[in-house]
């Protein structure tokens, strides 16, 4: 689902920018995901305490970080984009975007959001992800297939605050995974409600062939 939305972008007029945030399900399962995090398993299990739910399951799409649509309904979905498409957002924008020459498993970044209107304070996260990631599967569940991914996350860090009637402009370090490709990764910078909450900003950047 996520590569049909991130590849064909089905909403005029909007950039969807997608994350797959990959959780410790199917490590239990005889097969550890090579791309699963803690870290991201205890975001997903924040959401389920905002959106009052009482246990989580994947796969689960989160838009907008408020709302909820099934995967087996393809007009839950737009109606979700569709809804986070009307939102006002925070203008956010990622430049300087380098690898360290001397130490290639450091990424610099500097992250800016214009003012906060919103009447509550905000974190800013940066995530880097992999565009694109293929995994055979070996045991449990979906033993013997052969599964791609997009906009794989591989770190994520809360960066910075935001407070409501102030911005933000920061310089940022993150870490990549020795062997990375630097031509295969994305980094997307976003501004959210603590909770996890109401997403209220967000960008991307993507490396020039």
């Known amino acids: 689902m996520l590569e049909r939305l991130d590849e064909h972008q089905p909403i005029p007029g909007a950039q ?3 994350l797959s945030e990959h959780v410790t ?3 239990h399962d005889g097969w550890k995901d090579p791309n699963s ?3 991201l398993t205890d975001r997903q299990t924040d959401y389920e305490h905002q959106l009052g739910r009482d246990t989580p399951y994947t796969p689960q799409m989160i838009v ?3 709302t909820e649509p099934h995967l087996t309904s393809p ?3 737009e109606d979700a984009l569709l809804k986070a498409k009307d939102a006002p957002l925070i203008p956010v924008h990622i430049a300087g975007v380098t690898i360290d020459p001397q ?3 450091v990424l610099h970044a500097h992250i800016d959001a214009a003012e906060n209107p919103d009447k509550h304070n905000a974190d800013v996260y940066v995530a880097v992800a992999l565009a694109h990631f293929e995994s055979q599967v070996s045991k449990g569940e979906n ?3 052969h599964l791609t991914f997009v906009a794989v996350v591989q770190e994520f860090a809360k960066v ?4 409501k009637g102030k911005s933000f402009s920061q310089d940022v370090e993150l870490k990549l995974k020795p062997g990375t490709d630097p031509k295969n990764i994305r980094v997307v910078a976003f501004v959210q409600e603590g909770g996890p909450g109401k997403l209220l900003g967000a960008a991307m950047y993507k490396p020039t062939s």
């Open 16 to 18: 969807l920018i997608v």
């Open 103 to 105: 130490n290639p498993t």
């Open 37 to 39: 995090s803690q870290l």
């Open 75 to 77: 007009q839950q979905i």
């Open 160 to 163: 910075g605050k935001l407070p």
């Open 64 to 66: 907008d970080g408020t």
């Open 143 to 145: 033993s013997g297939k």
């Open 25 to 27: 399900y199917w490590d």
